[in-house]
């Protein structure tokens, strides 16, 4: 296993959307181990292929570190499709291992459905709410090119903006591998 460097904000991988995986071969199983390792360094609850320079429809969560979800287990989801989202919104502040120190209030759909392959290539369904379908939805975004600052009003984005310049010119100081310029 290796603990790869995390892309940062500016980071054009970031900005695409992610190829859908064909097989789930040793090289794919490798890029997940490699990615458990990575953010487990990085102390993080989510990661996406493509914030380890992985061009692959795959990201994992491990929320066993949070106080009340200590018995979910690690889950993996490749070539996922968010299925259904609920109309009832709700805030959380967020933070990215791609935007380190940066926190932002997000409204996200509470609850969803999302419909993905697993290790072992059989099709999965399941349905989350609260912490867990907001990490889901924060990493899914990152297989469409998405982050926090496109999920927040023009307003909050505003304030971000120098933060993210910094992010962007590595003006950070971070406690994990990250890209160079
Ligand atoms: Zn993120």
């Known amino acids: ?45 989510g990661l996406a292929a493509n914030q380890v320079g992985l061009d692959k429809s795959i990201f994992i969560i491990d929320l066993s570190e949070m106080e009340d979800y200590r018995d979910m287990k690690p889950m993996v989801f490749i070539n996922p ?16 291992l791609s935007l380190p120190l940066l926190r932002a209030d997000v409204v996200r759909p509470e609850s969803l459905q999302i419909r993905y392959i697993d290790t072992e290539e059989k099709e999965q369904v399941m349905e989350a709410d609260d912490w867990p379908a907001r990490v889901i939805l924060h990493e899914y975004d990152h297989l469409i090119g998405k982050l926090i600052p496109d999920r927040v009003d023009a307003d909050i984005k505003k304030e971000l903006k120098e933060q993210l310049s910094d992010i962007k010119s590595r003006k950070v100081q971070v406690d994990y591998p990250i890209t160079t310029l």
């Open 1 to 45: 296993m290796a603990i790869l460097p995390i892309t940062v904000y500016g980071d054009k991988i970031l900005r695409e959307k992610t190829k859908s995986v064909k097989q789930v071969d040793d090289g794919i199983i490798k890029n997940i181990k490699d990615m458990f390792e990575t953010m487990r360094n990085a102390r993080g609850i």
């Open 81 to 96: 499709v968010i299925e259904s989202r609920s109309d009832e919104l709700i805030i959380f502040e967020e933070g990215c």
